[in-house]
């Protein structure tokens, strides 16, 4: 009995994981609120600005999906996960680009809600579960980065980067 609870917590937990319930920032917090014309800056000596953090965040979340709802995806590419301009076109496509993410990570959440789902095997040989977690290691790194962002934008109001 001990095992299956574990495993039902396991099973539980990566859909609030997903959403940054209990271990970071939510989700929500990190994207909202942000102005447009600050979504494509990039602070002084960092690669990529809030769109692009964000357009590559939802293009690997894209894949995953499909990996694990057992499509074939495409050969890995690096222009197909990192977007061609450091900002979006206009306000519509940038409201787009976080709708279309939340929907994937509620796709992610609703696959993780299953147990009979996590445990399916791939074609890989790897399981949905670790699809997923892996889903969930790579958000978790990137929506530490926007954070990071938002701090050097001046647009967070959680504790702030220390100068040492």
Same mark, same amino acid.
């Given at each position: 009995? +001990? ?20 271990a970071?920032?939510?989700v ?9 014309e600050?979504?494509? #800056?990039?602070p *002084?000596?960092?690669?990529h ?14 894949l ?9 995806t495409?050969?890995? @590419?690096?222009?197909?996960? =990192?977007?061609a301009?450091?900002?979006?076109r206009?306000? +519509?496509? =940038?409201? #787009?680009?976080l ?6 990570? @509620?796709? *992610? *959440? ?18 949905v ?8 290691? +790579?958000?978790?790194? +990137? ?5 990071v ?6 647009? =967070?109001?959680?504790?702030q980067?220390?100068?040492e």
């Open positions: 009995m +001990h095992i299956r609870a574990c495993l039902e917590w396991r099973m539980t937990r990566i859909p609030q994981l997903l959403f940054g319930r209990d970071y920032s939510p929500q917090k990190i994207l909202e609120g942000l102005p447009f600050k979504v494509g #800056e990039r *002084a000596g960092l690669p600005s809030i769109y692009e953090e964000l357009w590559h965040l939802n293009a690997c979340q894209k995953v999906l499909q990996e694990a709802r057992g499509e074939q495409p050969p890995f @590419d690096e222009s197909l996960v =990192w977007p301009n450091r900002k979006p206009d306000e +519509h496509e =940038w409201e #787009e680009l709708h279309t993410f939340f929907l994937g990570l @509620d796709e *992610a *959440a609703g696959m993780a809600a299953q147990v009979e789902v996590l445990d399916q095997q791939l074609p890989d040989g790897t399981s579960r670790g699809v997923l977690e892996d889903l969930l290691a +790579h958000n978790s790194y +990137h929506l530490g980065r926007l954070v962002l938002r701090q050097l934008l001046g647009l =967070w109001e959680g504790r980067l220390r100068s």
